[in-house]
């Protein structure tokens, strides 16, 4: 069955809002219409710019469309710093991040809250984009499979996805901003892992729907490479995003090939 190819640019914690504003608008300027129909293309900018990033693609009646980063699973109420599903929502967030490896190495963000988050998101009728991915002593013992796939049933324990969609983005550790990335047939593998991970969860008509996207260091001269492996649905893009003409390059990569 055919997934449409869905595309994410996660900016991390870079840019002002005006700067996001900026980038958010050159990038929309550069995306082609037609695209429209043949994909989706989720732009990730920091909280303080999703209204900004918003309002540009509205603005311009653009196809692009906006996502968070993370997100807290409460409704609201005592979380100092926190933000609630229903507050991305109101700021036509489709979209959310959930899980990264940074959100998971650096704030201590585990599977469990993961599923949580989900569980919420959906909820609000927000895509959660489940990152998972293993760490370099966990490649080189040749244990991903088993690892990534204990990752995806702990962060989907619990989680029902109605009729709403869920994506699953594979995304190793050791590629993320490295430069360095698995080969095609790696990829596959586990995306081929997740894949089934899913289906032991949801059945096998549910998996063959959930998109599973590759991420560390992507770029146009590799985007396309990933998305050619079959279970393979999209992209995952961190560094290549923030410059409108290689994010959009990469995206063009992978829609003619
Ligand atoms: P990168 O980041 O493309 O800069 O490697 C990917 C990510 O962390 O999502």
Redesign the pocket.
Known sequence: MARIPLLVG?W?MNGTYGACVQLAQLTVDKLERPWAHTSQIVMCPPFTALRGVSNVIAFEHSFAQVGAQDVYWEESGAYTGAISPAMLAELDCQWC?VG???RRSLFGETDANVAKKCTALLEHGITPIV?VGESLEVYERGETQEFVKAQVLASLAGVEPGIRDIVV?Y?PVW????GKTPTPEHAQSVASVIRSAVASLWGDEKAQKVRVLY?????PANSALFTSCPDVDGV??????LNADSFVELVRKVLDA
């Open positions: 996660n991390k991040i990264h490896s940074e990152c983005a995304e590629a993320i901003g490295s991420g560390g260091s992507v770029k995952l893009v961190g560094g290549a995003s």
